[in-house]
T-cell receptor, first 118, second 111 residues
Framework: DTGVSQDPRHKITKRGQNVTFRCDPI?????LYWYRQTLGQGPEFLTY????????KSRLLSDRFSAERPKGSFSTLEIQRTEQGDSAMYLC????????????????FGAGSRLTVL | RKEVEQDPGPFNVPEGATVAFNCTYS??????FFWYRQDCRKEPKLLMS???SGNEDGRFTAQLNRASQYISLLIRDSKLSDSATYLC????????????FGKGTRLSVIA
């Protein structure tokens, strides 16, 4: 499978626990993005990486959220001390990111990791 | 004002109908525009990019009006399989800026 993979697909946790999501992008893509989506809303940008460098973080990303992409390949998104408001679908996407061709910025999404905080 | 605004719908149309969605964006420096499709409980997938001169892909036509800062999507001869949420997506600037998604417009095509 050469698409974007996310793990786990579903996570149920109790408030206050830490959770970590993993994303494996398309191998030749050097940009990786994390978005969050709740019911009835479009995906909201959280953060993104160009290779291993984290280039931008949204104001939505509180101090409890941290993302890494240590070797420029897979990425992890950790949420510490989860709150009920963190319940959402966490979507990872990747894009080629380089070049001026029209597809450079096109995102390919993974199936998402659905988080439920009780 | 939200960065990308769409009518959430739902639009309920019969098979064979033509339906149009509009989307407005707030940042005049926006450079790239897309329509994504999202099926229920699935991830968004690219439907089509939107070019300045307008573009067509089969039954789908996308248009961009930079002066008024809006984008449109026209679907002709609607099929049941077109039922989905259509997300308007904008990239501000040409540098390292992420894509901004609208809330989406829900379409239901009815037999």
């Amino acid at each position: 499978d050469t698409g974007v993979s996310q793990d786990p697909r579903h996570k149920i946790t109790k408030r206050g626990q830490n959770v970590t999501f993993r994303c494996d992008p398309i191998s030749e893509h050097n940009r990786l993005y994390w978005y969050r989506q709740t019911l009835g809303q479009g995906p909201e940008f959280l953060t993104y990486f160009q290779n291993e460098a984290q280039l931008e973080k949204s104001r939505l990303l509180s101090d409890r959220f941290s993302a890494e992409r240590p070797k420029g390949s897979f990425s992890t998104l950790e949420i510490q001390r989860t709150e009920q408001g963190d319940s959402a679908m966490y979507l990872c996407a990747s894009s080629p990111g380089q070049g001026l061709f029209s597809g450079a910025n096109v995102l390919t999404f993974g199936a998402g990791s659905r988080l439920t905080v009780l | 004002r939200k960065e990308v605004e769409q009518d959430p719908g739902p639009f309920n149309v019969p098979e064979g109908a033509t339906v149009a969605f509009n989307c407005t964006y707030s940042n005049s420096a926006s450079q790239s525009f897309f329509w994504y499709r999202q099926d229920c409980r699935k991830e968004p997938k690219l439907l089509m990019s939107v070019y300045s001169s307008g573009n067509e892909d089969g039954r789908f036509t996308a248009q961009l009006n930079r002066a008024s800062q809006y984008i449109s999507l026209l679907i002709r001869d609607s099929k049941l399989s077109d039922s989905a949420t259509y997300l308007c997506v904008v990239k501000h600037g040409s540098g390292n800026t992420p894509l901004v998604f609208g809330k989406g417009t829900r379409l239901s095509v009815i037999a």
